[in-house]
């Protein structure tokens, strides 16, 4: 496609260039001075003239591959407008559409999907019209997909030359969703939810995810507490996980808000979408716990919940920092509104605007007041670098719904391998009765059937234990096979809770066993450090789902301060890991932060 471009702009500069010439030839002949050779004036006329023939021809071909504004326009709009003659191809567009969001997407009725640059006007009849063309479409059997409405709004336009006054238009935007299939196949998006102490982070998905609102006294929250001592201080110390699902339709499933708690296997087998909440520590001295949970459960999204009445404070701008360094998508709640008075919940707005404006955030902060602004925003979450922010109440219920909405239409967009050999990283342990040792985690790349045989390590002294899955669980219903991307539980055959532990890796048996490190190279950024770092400097060091001690070996110069890059080869303390070239790598000690990526492991145990 390239080379057409190249090659038309070939073509229109030779064009110029003939003219051109044209032009000066007839100018000559007619002021300037007259040619020394009649035969050689005519040889260059007729050789111009054989020139300006061909160019002719080339110009008749269409040799852009794009098409031009006025093609795609018309194109599209007739699809939807003229169903009789274009059902097909508006078939074949809707498809793309889906299998682009594997199971779903978002189509504006007003701008093209192939080129969202094309803007389509439409009055209210054909509006109309055309949301009733594609729900014809969608039912049937080679697409049998759900559409729902998110949004419809009349607009004055430019004036019309047929008419006075302004011509009315309107806009707006459908969510085409598959309808249910297999538990195998189910479209699973995974949110990590940060923010400082007390916040309401617990609160807030209680009230999402069972549905209610909450009393201020903690009535929420109390159903994700896993341990006494939680529900007793009413403060998160482990990686909690809910579930929310959403039907083809974008309906909630499961959050009545009644006395009755609809279990897992209920809510997955009426949803099409389920959204997956890591509920991550607030308390600074949990920070190890809540950098596991942002490391090793592969979050797609960050929820940073900020307190209207504290503003972002304390934790709130480490969790920021991380999920910034982590390149993860981040959107922001600021809950508390309805206890917190105008002029601080205005200050909290100005310094969340301020802080993601800032150089180090480099964002834009779109605050969300309406259904057009949740669909616009959950359409250009991932490919632009914008924020949304909302303003909710777990007591009143304000913005909940918007919330609810967003999360409905929050895009899919891992990078997951399926036919990369097959690779899962331990993120909990286990010990179910009757059935055995049981690993929960998400699979890197790659497919498992139940019945694989595997290798499971490495040990503290660096081995791999050859073994087999005996089951698979997906959100507690059981399957036959895990996905790329997917958040699983393996039950293990003949193997002990106390011989495995978080962050060992689950790997497709090969030619070759794999292999485990205890040096490796990382090229690293130092975020914030006081003073200097030298060799043999220790941090607890994050990679994936690995948390272990390490040591500084050598260094590329004496030694690096805050804001230095440079090329670190560290080592395992207690015992060697499996880690991958590629790798992100955070490590702390105290206030020190600094992120890097693993360049090297060919340093053997």
């Given at each position: 496609?390239?080379?057409l ?15 051109n010439g044209k032009?000066?030839?007839?100018t ?5 001075p ?5 035969k050689?004036a005519?040889?260059d006329n007729a050789s111009?003239?054989s020139?300006?023939?061909?160019l002719?021809?080339l ?10 504004s006025?093609?795609?326009?018309i194109?599209?709009k ?5 169903l009789?003659e ?9 498809r ?5 969001g594997?199971?779903?997407?978002i ?8 080129d ?17 063309n ?8 080679e697409?049998d997909?759900a ?8 607009q004055?336009g ?5 008419k006075?006054g302004?011509?009315v238009?309107k806009?707006?935007?459908v ?18 939810v940060?923010?400082?102490?007390d ?8 009230v999402?995810t069972k549905?209610?609102l909450?009393?201020?006294r903690g009535?929420?929250r109390?159903?994700l507490f896993?341990?006494k001592?939680e529900?007793?201080?009413?403060r998160?110390?482990?990686?909690g996980m809910?579930i929310m699902?959403f ?7 499961g ?6 708690k609809?279990s897992?296997?209920e ?5 099409r979408?389920?959204?997956t ?14 950098v596991f949970?942002l490391?090793?459960?592969?979050p797609?999204f960050?929820?940073l ?7 972002m ?8 920092g991380?999920?910034l360094?982590l ?14 008075p105008?002029n ?9 605007s301020k802080?993601?404006?800032s150089?180090g ?7 969300i007041?309406s259904?057009r602004?949740v669909?616009?925003?959950?359409t250009n979450?991932?490919s ?13 219920g304000q ?16 990078q997951f ?9 331990i ?16 699979v890197?790349?790659g497919?498992v059937h139940a ?5 499971i390590?490495?040990?503290?002294l660096?081995q ?11 959100k507690?219903q ?11 539980s393996?039950?293990?055959k ?7 532990r ?9 030619a ?8 490796f190279v ?6 914030q450090h006081?003073t200097t ?5 220790q941090?607890?060091?994050h ?10 070996v050598?260094l ?9 890059r440079?090329?670190?080869k560290f080592?395992f ?24 990526v693993?360049?090297?492991v060919?340093?053997g145990t």
């Amino acid at each position: 496609m390239t080379s057409l471009n190249e090659f038309a702009a070939y073509v229109h500069s030779q064009s110029s260039a003939a003219a051109n010439g044209k032009k000066s030839n007839a100018t000559s002949n007619g002021k300037g001075p007259k040619p020394s050779s009649t035969k050689s004036a005519s040889v260059d006329n007729a050789s111009a003239h054989s020139i300006q023939s061909e160019l002719d021809v080339l110009a008749t071909l269409t040799l852009n591959d794009a098409p031009t504004s006025s093609e795609s326009r018309i194109a599209y709009k007739e699809c939807m407008l003229n169903l009789a003659e274009h059902k097909a191809k508006l078939v074949s567009l809707i498809r793309q559409v889906v299998e682009d969001g594997r199971g779903e997407g978002i189509l504006s009725l007003t701008h093209d999907p192939l080129d969202p640059n094309v803007k389509i006007e439409l009055t209210p009849q054909e509006y109309d019209l055309a949301l009733e063309n594609i729900k014809t479409v969608c039912i049937l059997a080679e697409l049998d997909c759900a559409v729902t409405e998110l949004y419809s709004t009349e607009q004055q336009g430019d004036k019309s030359e047929k008419k006075h006054g302004f011509e009315v238009t309107k806009v707006g935007r459908v969510l085409i969703r598959e309808r249910a299939v297999s538990v195998s196949q189910l479209l699973e998006i995974r949110v990590a939810v940060v923010g400082n102490v007390d916040a309401g982070k617990s609160t807030l998905l209680g009230v999402l995810t069972k549905g209610g609102l909450d009393d201020g006294r903690g009535k929420a929250r109390v159903n994700l507490f896993r341990h006494k001592h939680e529900i007793e201080t009413g403060r998160t110390s482990s990686v909690g996980m809910e579930i929310m699902g959403f039907d083809e339709t974008g309906r909630t499933v499961g959050a009545s808000g009644g006395t009755y708690k609809a279990s897992w296997k209920e809510i997955v087998s009426g949803s099409r979408k389920v959204l997956t909440f890591i509920d991550l520590a607030g308390h600074e001295k949990y920070l190890k716990t809540t950098v596991f949970g942002l490391m090793g459960g592969s979050p797609d999204f960050v929820m940073l919940i900020v307190g209207a009445n504290a503003g972002m404070i304390g934790m709130a701008k480490e969790h920021l920092g991380v999920a910034l360094a982590l390149n993860v998508p981040v959107f922001i709640c600021v809950t508390k509104v309805d206890m917190c008075p105008p002029n601080i919940l205005q200050s909290t707005i100005n310094q969340i605007s301020k802080i993601l404006r800032s150089p180090g955030c480099r964002k834009m902060p779109v605050f969300i007041n309406s259904n057009r602004d949740v669909a616009e925003a959950a359409t250009n979450f991932v490919s632009q670098r914008i924020c949304p922010v909302f303003q909710i109440s777990s007591v009143t219920g304000q913005g909940l719904d918007y919330v609810r909405m967003f999360l409905n239409l929050l895009p899919f967009h891992g990078q997951f391998d399926e036919t990369a050999p097959f690779e899962f990283e331990i993120n909990d342990t286990f010990s179910v009765p009757f059935v055995g040792t049981v690993v929960s985690g998400v699979v890197l790349s790659g497919t498992v059937h139940a019945g694989d045989s595997v290798y499971i390590g490495p040990d503290s002294l660096g081995q791999f234990t050859s073994t087999a899955i005996r089951s698979i669980e997906r959100k507690r219903q059981s399957v036959d096979t895990a996905h790329a991307g997917q958040s699983v539980s393996f039950a293990m055959k003949k193997i002990r809770r106390r011989d495995v532990r978080k962050g060992m890796a689950v790997l497709a048996q090969g030619a070759e066993p794999p292999r485990s490190v205890r040096e490796f190279v990382a090229e690293v950024l130092i975020l914030q450090h006081a003073t200097t770092i030298k060799t043999r400097y220790q941090a607890m060091l994050h990679v994936g789902a690995v948390a272990q001690t390490c040591t500084i070996v050598e260094l590329d110069r004496p030694y690096i301060r805050t804001g230095d890059r440079a090329t670190v080869k560290f080592r395992f303390m207690l015992r060697p890991e499996y880690i991958k070239p590629g790798q992100k790598v955070l490590f702390r000690e105290g206030r020190t932060r600094g992120l890097g990526v693993v360049k090297d492991v060919s340093y053997g145990t």
